[in-house]
């Protein structure tokens, strides 16, 4: 009977072990055949409820969070006010509507061309606990606003957390449709991948006035949950003939990351860890060859990721490295040439981008055997490379990026260009759920789904549970 029962469990177990081998290679080579509905890709107007602006004097407005610290105990909150700069202050605490601290921030504006913004303020809140919801006060008299954020869970190797994945986002009807489906998720935090607002694709003034819209379009979501920025092409918005010449200007004006706790002196690119997850953002714009400054932070960087406290390592960028749709082809063969052997030799777990209008996930590939003279000049299966996923279908006015290369290469698992967002789910130190759900979809329906082991840990499941019993053996097991 013992034995029988044995046999059952380990063929249980056996069977278990070939679904998740072939879930983690997932559809092999799948150009989707999914035809979305014609939805137009242009801006939503200006005085759609979407974009509604806060009653009261002075009231705050384009309220964001993101996180303020290197472990997440911090937070930035962000907002601005249109008619005067102060107060710059937050009051917060544990109990709604009961604030017992106070934070002071900072306060600026810019102009751009002939427009002025507004005062944006950002403040830093920390000394928070893990795992504990804060509700936060901004403005005063009638026209404040109070909202609430969840912190993380203390960082750990099987600490789950769920995150959201949205690139190039903009803000139009599809644009909503993605937010809307995001806030369904169950998502606990957004990595964002670059490409905002899409504000540059204006003239003059109405530049700085998508970027008012568009910050109102996501406190829905960013007001209550931390959004980790990035980077993108039309965040850089030179414009010469304006006389307009600062990359970045309006991003960096409105938008805060904790690149400091990091020892990044470039807002751009810099590193957070939460709950399980060590997350590196990188710069697609700034320079990043041999000795530059990213790329000198990079390296250290990549020294301090500790596998046994954040098993996951996940990096951010905008220009994907791989990509098989014609737009945007190889554009990110610099970062590649520069970075991808370090990416293999650190066994980076995920590496998302936008930029291209579509969905794509590869295999774990990697091409860090060729070089001009020698060499495979093709990527390879590769167990020690990133998986490389394309979630550049925010929805933002440009469209979707509908036509891929034919035939379908053999690093890329899956591809489809429609409206959408990712998720992703740490369960523990060994499995982790990736999904990309469709606009078209219910939240409940999974466009693509793959369940990944982790390297570290699961390539050392068994010589771990050789050494748990070894020191169980000799009585130094603590309960």
Known sequence: MASGLQFTLFELLFKLF???????????????TFTRSKWQSFDIPLDNKAFEIPKGYNAPQQVHITQGDYDGKAVIISWVTPDKPRPSRVQYGTSEKKYDFIADGTVTNYTFYNYKSGYV????????????????????????????????????????????????LGQTYNSLSTLDHYMQSGGQTVLFLGDLSYADRYQFNDVGIRWDSWGRFIERSAAYQPWIWSAGNHEIEYMPDVGEVMPFKSYLHR????????????????????ASAHIIVLSSY????????????????????????????????HVPIYNSNQAHFMEGESMRAVFEHWFVHHKVDFIFAGHVHAYERSYRISNIRY???????????????????????????????????????????????????????????????LNWHRNE????????????LNRHWASNLRRRRLEKNQHKARGEINF
């Open 286 to 317: 700034s320079p990043h060859v041999k000795y530059t400054p990213q790329w000198l932070w990079l390296r250290d960087e990549l020294k301090k990721v500790d596998r046994k406290k954040t098993p996951w390592l996940i990096i951010l960028m």
């Open 255 to 274: 938008f805060s990351t904790p690149h400091l706790a990091s020892r990044s002196n470039n807002p751009l690119w810099y590193a957070i860890r939460r």
């Open 441 to 452: 979809d219910g939240e409940e329906v999974h466009a693509d789904s793959v369940v990944f």
């Open 18 to 32: 070939l679904i998740l081998a072939i879930v983690e290679r997932g559809s092999a080579g799948v150009t989707s």
């Open 371 to 433: 070089n001009v003279s020698s060499g495979n000049r093709y990527p390879v299966p590769d167990r020690s490379a990133p998986v490389y996923i394309t979630v550049g279908d925010g929805g933002n006015q440009e469209g979707l990026a509908g036509r891929f290369r034919d035939p379908q290469p053999e690093y890329s698992a899956f591809r489809e260009a429609s409206y959408g967002h990712s998720t992703l789910e740490l369960k523990n130190r060994t499995h982790a759920f």
């Open 121 to 168: 303020h950002h403040c830093l809140v920390g000394g928070l606990e893990y795992e504990t919801k804060y509700y936060y006060k901004i403005g005063e008299g009638d026209s404040s606003r109070e909202f609430w954020f969840q912190t993380p869970p203390m960082i750990g190797p099987d600490s789950p957390f769920t995150f959201g994945i949205i690139g190039d």
